[in-house]
């Protein structure tokens, strides 16, 4: 009997243990698998910009503006924002939301082009404790946004809400170009700029400026971010230290949706693309296009008559994003229907876009005022 008890309580103790090992274990498993989602409170800091101004009429004149805007921490210790919040800029410090303490920063990269910039600090202690926001992909029309920023009229953290409105082709007002762009019904202003957009903790667009059509006639509640898309591309540029620039198939070209015009360039009544008129020298376009070309589809996806690819899922966007999301010297494939036949080629894309609105901020007299002064 004594020996009987004995075995049972070994057993019934080797049980217990094995039944702690496995709760350890499935915890351990359950928390490695658990995403942490940084809180944006912590993530997204004040910018403070002071900037020399000058004036071309009067170039020996120089004045001194300031303004507060926005950014956040992305990955490898640095902070995003808008490019042409820290054009120009002499000195610029950022401030965090859970902190009366300053932190000296500068530009690290910057492209005109997509109208975003990456900030480094002197001191990265600051990035000890807060961790990077993580970037998103493209939200659905009428999905919740959430906007993180400093707007003009406070010192705290403002967070307001929204809505996706529509994502299309907008044209950039600090570059002058055309890339994709999310409306948003929530009110922004200048200190909103560079303020994250988030939908369910995740990234999925910055707060840019609007468009100068628009800027016309200005509207209340609506708002423009550059998506995340874009701002991948840019960090994932610049992995290898240098910035190179957003590609673009550089050939100037018009939508084929006339029956007749497709007739004309031997398309079938279903086929639908854009037709090449013009090429760009010292492109590889140029070699291995010809004017007359219709361009049906990019990578396999066929352009549709409103020159739109689908790009996930049900979503559809404008044929040049896709080109945008390449790094320079990728190579693409189009499938192209030359007098009546269909023929394959793989174009290097080894132009990049150029900022249409990018001038010189200071001019040369200048230098030599301050020079001799």
Not at 63 to 74: E, L, R
Not at 246 to 252: A, C, G, K
Request: aromatic content about 8%.
């Amino acid at each position: 009997m004594f020996k009987t008890n004995t075995l049972h309580n070994k057993i019934h103790h080797c049980l217990y243990t094995l039944l702690i090992l496995f709760s350890l274990t499935y915890s351990l498993i359950s928390h490695a698998d658990v995403e942490i989602t940084p809180d944006p409170a912590a993530s997204v800091v004040e910018i403070t910009v002071h900037t020399r101004q000058y004036d071309a009429a009067s170039p020996w004149n120089t004045t001194w503006k300031s303004w507060i805007a926005t950014g956040f921490i992305v990955e490898g210790n640095r902070i995003l924002t808008t490019a042409q919040l820290v054009d120009n800029a002499v000195y610029i410090s950022i401030r965090p939301n859970d902190s009366t303490k300053t932190f000296e920063a500068e530009v690290d990269s910057i492209s005109h082009e997509v109208n975003l910039a990456l900030l480094t600090l002197k001191d990265e202690t600051f990035f000890d404790k807060r961790a990077p926001l993580a970037l998103g992909d493209l939200p659905k029309p009428e999905e919740k946004v959430s906007l993180y920023g400093y707007p003009v009229g406070g010192n705290k953290l403002s967070i307001t809400a929204g809505i996706v409105s529509r994502i299309e082709y907008q044209t950039y007002a600090h570059s002058g170009l055309t890339f994709q762009a999310i409306q948003v019904d929530a009110a922004v202003n200048s200190g909103s700029l560079g303020s994250p957009a988030l939908v369910d903790g995740k990234v999925i667009g910055i707060v840019s400026e609007i468009t100068p059509e628009i800027a016309e006639t200005p509207t209340e509640n609506i708002g423009y971010l550059i998506p995340a898309p874009r701002i991948k591309q840019l960090i994932d540029d610049l992995r290898d230290g240098t910035l190179d620039g957003v590609p673009e198939l550089w050939v100037d070209y018009q939508f084929i949706t006339n029956p007749t015009h497709k007739q004309y360039y031997r398309l079938t009544p279903d086929q639908t693309g854009i037709l090449i008129n013009q090429l760009c020298a010292n492109s590889d376009a140029a070699l291995l296009l010809l004017p007359d070309d219709v361009i049906t589809a990019i990578d396999g996806k066929p352009i549709t008559e409103a020159d739109f690819i689908q790009t996930n899922g049900k979503q559809y966007s404008n044929f040049q994003h896709h080109i945008d999301l390449h790094q320079l010297n990728d190579i693409v494939s189009l499938d192209i229907i030359r007098d009546g036949k269909l023929v394959k080629q793989n174009i290097d894309l080894n132009k990049k876009s150029l900022s249409k609105n990018r001038k010189e901020s200071v001019p040369v007299i200048s230098f030599l005022v301050v020079l001799f002064s």
